[in-house]
């Protein structure tokens, strides 16, 4: 199959097409700049929505959660698991299955795994391009599972309309939440498994939280949803506040800036993948052994090893 | 003070001026390369340990418990925690201090938070320079606690001599773990917390999915150590293994190699933001907002986008 094929068909929704331009997207493949340019004009229809939170609070389940509620009424939904690539995740990624499987024969879901690590710039680059290609195939909501916080759940937070952080009670109080730093992307609170011990406080600490942040007139302040995803409980609270997010991204113009940036991001990540192409690979060179064996026993410091990599890249 | 006071205080382990080399670094002070290179003859003693993990398995408890055990035996200690900065943190800070207050008067404790986010590269680049400040100030051993799951904890895996990944009952089970892909980094693991109902379970668990990890002859198979690092259960264990584990680094080569690694690690981190830094401020650029602009439009495919921002850097 040639790659004007490939596309046309992935436009139609095809899922293997699809599903064979993600596998391009995760090789990196030299078609890539083709596939782009060609998918770049059917664009920007799909609403992103990323949820994230720590490993543990049902990320999975409540993603296929909003999966059964958004097909209820009738939308397509592309779902992106973006995984930090392991030798031990044979496990998780069939569990992750086994909680998708209700959707397998579903024609209207396409559901993907995709290893975060080993991309350059991780998500910024591979996440765009396969959210790229899930928003021209025509699915009207695109869900990015993120696995962890840190620089992971903030990247999603670049690269979606909505984010949704997803919080347990007993995994720790208000000011775990703060320090994962996650109040600050969120769009979205959810505080999953809310028929276990502590999810009222919980709920309570995170909504005095979001009370305290500045906010300009007419912004959009968090609101904090409580949900037992296993149960489907709150799942029709949650599509409703996604539906009055999505409608304040458009009428206040921040859905605009959210997808310039999340343009820009991508661009970014292009320019940088080339200038490190351009460097070659820094990790494989003889004379970085030989630098850092020198830097490690104190004899260089890390500056003039640096000076003198660059000199020999010029 | 000048550089050379401010190193030579710092090599004896004045805790201002080891304070204020870190500030520096977080600043990217252009003196960085006059303090690095006056370090540089210096390092390589200390013992590097990494504690990593989600939010609220207790990590900030586990290193106080840590800290406390070391200084009973008379080594000095140096303690860097790595935060996701967010205007939230405030109160997570506070937290941490709190926990850590009993070291406050302990000359032999250096206790230092760090912002990871905003650093070019994330960790790469300043928390190698802040352990060899340390390192160079003479701590017997430096803690870095790192928040999160992800990148953040990979990358401590980097400048860790021994990485120690923290777990709790409760928040997941192994499959969790393994969705991390923090089994992959640890040198050690931890269940604490081991009073709460299925720490017995997620011990189980953990044991079984190290045992099934391939291992050359006389490699190293992490242990799984249960504590309740808030009553100083457990802790004597974990010393001893992080002891073994250190002997182990010694006898193997292991230890040096990844002290090379680590170094390589630093000089990659200058070399890709002298590069960077060589391209200008991509972020503020304004060619970059109208091609942001006509990508997110679909008028334009984001690798046009980005050959036309390469020539103009050009």
């Known amino acids: ?38 998918l770049a004009p059917h664009g920007g229809r799909a609403r992103v929505i990323g949820l994230t939170g720590a490993p543990g609070v049902g990320k999975s389940t409540s993603t296929s959660a909003l999966v059964t509620a958004l097909r209820a009424r009738g939308e397509t939904v592309g779902v992106l698991a973006v995984d930090p690539s392991s030798p031990f995740t044979g496990g998780a990624l069939l569990g992750d299955r086994v909680r998708m499987q209700e959707h397998a024969g579903d024609a209207g879901v396409f559901i993907r795994s995709m290893a975060s690590r080993g991309h350059l710039g991780g998500l910024s680059w591979a996440t765009p391009h396969a959210l790229r290609v899930l928003d021209a195939a025509g699915y009207d909501t695109i869900l990015v599972e993120t696995v962890g916080v840190g620089q992971a759940e903030v990247d999603i937070a670049a690269h979606a309309d909505t984010t949704v952080v997803l919080l347990a009670p007993g995994m720790g109080d208000g000011i775990q939440a ?44 968090p609101p904090v949803v409580s949900t037992v995803a296993a149960e489907g409980k709150g799942v029709d609270e949650l599509v409703e506040r996604l ?72």
């Open 178 to 221: 703060a320090k994962a730093g996650v109040l600050e992307i969120a769009d979205l609170l959810v505080v999953n498994k809310a028929d276990r011990d502590g999810a009222r406080a919980t709920v309570r600490d995170l909504r005095q939280m979001t009370a305290q942040a500045a906010l300009e007139p007419g912004g959009w302040r």
């Open 243 to 314: 539906d009055l997010h999505a409608r304040y991204l458009d009428d206040s113009g921040e859905g605009d800036r959210r997808r310039r940036a999340r343009a820009r991001e991508e661009i970014v990540g292009i320019v940088l993948a080339e200038l490190r192409s351009r460097t070659g690979d820094l990790d494989g060179r003889a004379d970085l052994d030989q630098l850092g064996a020198r830097v490690a026993a104190g004899r260089l410091d890390p500056y003039t090893a640096a000076d003198e990599l660059l000199a020999s890249l010029a």
């Open 1 to 38: 199959m040639d790659v004007g094929e490939l596309v046309d068909r992935a436009l139609r929704r095809d899922r293997r097409a699809v599903a064979r331009a993600i596998t391009l997207v995760e090789n990196a493949s030299p078609a890539l700049r083709e596939i782009m340019a060609r």
